[in-house]
């Protein structure tokens, strides 16, 4: 089975669109999706109903509930407030409602997913650090559990003598002896330096992971969010991917 996993699409649609594309180029069987469709990006509707139609899992991001007023916002820098604020105005009432009954975390064929950590999912803490990562191992037993969030795509490996390492590199073999946690960065605003949208594959037949970056129109969804009056900021940082 050849999964592919997305996060942090944020609105933007033609991203989303190209990830698309490249999981029906690669034969990806099932898409799981972690959250944050909405909030920072021009296309909220157009996102979200993209990934319920394509997804077998749709889990809730911090934006998405707080599109909705679901989750406490205090945090939000003023950009994600005043884009935030205009998805809720944006948002339909039926991608609202559906938003309102994304699940936290989703376990599925043995693969546990969560939008920020699996410790206290409804918190949003970031995962950066191996004491982070330490903590958040001992709150799922799956062997893999796939995280966004932070939209800096890297995997954590806890190796069976209790030792854990970083790993940055695109591609691993995962062992049967170890376990992971693998943050698959961001479609829609990647912050890495690169800006180009990223999807995470999984293959089980083969026991590989890799991280696939893809091309997309980022003028093209630039010249959206600046349409819609949304700040110019969120759209110049999609050029340089911070
Ligand atoms: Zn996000």
Request: net charge negative; proline share 5%; glycine share 8%.
């Amino acid at each position: 089975m050849r999964y592919g996993i997305l996060s942090d699409v944020h609105g933007n649609l033609p991203a989303l669109q190209s990830v698309l594309k490249t999981c029906a180029k690669i034969k990806v069987d099932k898409l799981l999706f972690l959250g944050d469709a909405v909030g920072y990006g021009a296309n909220p509707n157009q996102c979200a109903s993209l990934i319920r139609e394509e997804a077998a899992a749709f889990l809730a991001g911090n934006h998405d509930l707080g599109a909705v007023g679901m989750t406490n916002i205090r945090n939000f820098n003023p950009y994600a407030l005043e884009a935030l604020a205009w998805t809720a105005r944006t948002l339909t009432p039926d991608n609202a409602h559906y938003l309102k009954e994304r699940p936290m975390t989703v376990e599925i064929d043995d693969i546990f997913l969560v939008h920020a950590s699996p410790c206290q999912p409804a918190e949003w803490h970031y995962i950066f650090h191996h004491q982070e990562a330490s903590l958040n191992f001992s709150a799922f037993s799956q062997q893999v559990c796939f995280i966004g969030h932070s939209h800096l795509p890297c995997v954590f490996i806890l190796y069976p003598d209790g030792s854990i390492s970083l790993e940055r590199a695109a591609s691993l073999v995962l062992h049967d002896n170890a376990r992971y946690i693998i943050n698959v960065g961001s479609v829609g605003q990647p912050r890495d330096g690169d800006p180009r949208a990223s999807l995470g594959v999984l293959d089980t037949d083969n026991g590989k992971y890799y991280l696939h970056r893809t091309i997309y129109e980022i003028k093209d969804a630039q010249a959206s969010i600046l349409c819609m009056g949304l700040p110019r900021f969120l759209a110049e940082r999609l050029a340089i991917g911070r």
